[in-house]
């Protein structure tokens, strides 16, 4: 019931493309839901965040969609570029003791 | 020097040391944590500290030891560890107020342990 599914594990993406990664939960009590960016040699940095009295948060070329019936949140990264290139956690919660997906390798070539 | 600050950065260490790891926060929060991160596995949360409480993930070996002696300072003493204890820890910190979960992580510190 802790557990937060997150897929794919990798993914390739040209640039201006869309990426789009997914995240399932399990525990109906979660009411946080926050990305995560992490670059090679630095810690995970947070992206963007969402609670489940919306559907939709966009900053920028992010944007998460979440799906409260189907317990399933979602990053979009519109117009890619090589400098997204990272690894990309979900993570979900209702206390600040947050349960990470397994993370996503993002590559985007020009 | 600004937000979350770890060193060493790099530990090489053998089953038979004893270690220690350095966390600072400079965000003026009230909590901190310690994360491992290990290739292909989920971030896994080893321990809180905050003012009120210290948590503990029962799972985590009794060969780490936190300690957290002010709200800026969080170490992660280590001894007698196991070779698969070699990866990425990661300190965190957050400022508990209300419902705001967010927490700002420092760069880790990569350990082998030979």
């Known amino acids: 019931q802790q557990q937060v599914k997150q897929s794919p594990q990798s993914l390739i993406v040209q640039k201006g493309g869309i990426s789009i990664i997914n995240c399932a939960y399990e525990n109906t009590a979660f009411d946080y839901f926050p990305w995560y960016q992490q670059f090679p040699g630095k810690g995970p940095a947070l992206l963007i965040a969402i609670r489940p009295d919306v559907s939709e948060k966009k900053e920028g070329r992010f944007t998460i969609s979440f799906n409260k019936s189907a317990k399933q949140f979602s990053l979009h990264i519109m117009d890619s570029q090589p400098g997204d290139s990272a690894t990309y956690f979900c993570a979900a919660s209702n206390t600040d003791k947050l349960i990470f997906g397994t993370g996503t390798r993002l590559q985007v070539f020009p | 020097e600004t937000g979350v600050t770890q060193t060493p950065r790099h530990l090489v260490m053998g089953m038979t040391n004893k270690k220690s790891l350095k966390c600072e926060q400079h965000l003026g929060h009230n909590a901190m944590y310690w994360y491992k991160q290990s290739a292909k596995k989920p971030l896994e949360l080893m321990f809180v500290y905050s003012l009120e409480e210290r948590v503990e993930n029962n799972s985590v070996p009794s060969r780490f030891s936190p300690e957290c002696p002010n709200s800026s300072h969080l170490f992660l003493h280590l001894h007698t560890l196991q070779p698969e204890d070699s990866a990425l820890y990661l300190c965190?910190?957050?400022?508990?107020?209300?419902?705001?979960?967010?927490?700002?992580f420092g760069p880790g510190t990569r350990l082998t342990v030979t």
């Open positions: 965190a910190s957050s400022l508990r107020q209300g419902f705001s979960y967010e927490q700002y």
